[in-house]
């Protein structure tokens, strides 16, 4: 099991920056493809973007693309989304979540086996 816990989110003005991290803890982290989500209020939780467990590859959501970068540091068991050009839609809680298939990058919220309880992000206009 994959204990996940977020930080660095906070309020910020549009166009600001936000860096957020994940600490893993329990099974090796290594072992696992990585995947940040969010949900606003109202709304489905929803896909941002996934990274393999070496770091090589990514995938991004279309509305975050060009903005937002996911990378780990594998040896300090840390997952981050570095949030650039923040925009009021942007406002959400944001998750981290643990796949199992290492290898795989999909959008897709079952496959991600662990999950955090969240960082919430607040973009003011």
């Known amino acids: 099991q994959v204990q996940l816990v977020e930080s660095g989110g906070g309020l910020v003005q549009a166009g600001d920056s936000l860096r957020l991290s994940c600490a893993a803890s329990?099974?090796?982290?290594?072992?696992?493809?990585m995947g940040w989500f969010r949900q606003a209020i109202g709304k489905e939780r929803e896909f941002v973007a996934a990274?393999?467990?070496?770091?090589?590859?990514?995938f991004y959501s279309t509305f975050v693309k060009g903005r937002f970068t996911i990378s780990r540091d594998n040896a300090k068991n840390t997952l981050y989304l570095q949030m650039n050009s923040l925009k009021p839609e942007d406002t959400a809680v944001y998750y981290c979540?643990?796949?199992?298939?290492?290898?795989?990058?999909?959008?897709?919220?079952?496959?991600?086996?662990?999950w955090g309880q969240g960082t919430q992000v607040t973009v003011s206009s």
């Open positions: 329990g099974h090796t982290f290594s072992n696992y493809a």
């Open positions: 979540a643990a796949n199992p298939s290492r290898n795989t990058l999909t959008q897709d919220l079952s496959q991600y086996y662990y």
């Open positions: 990274l393999t467990y070496n770091n090589r590859s990514t």
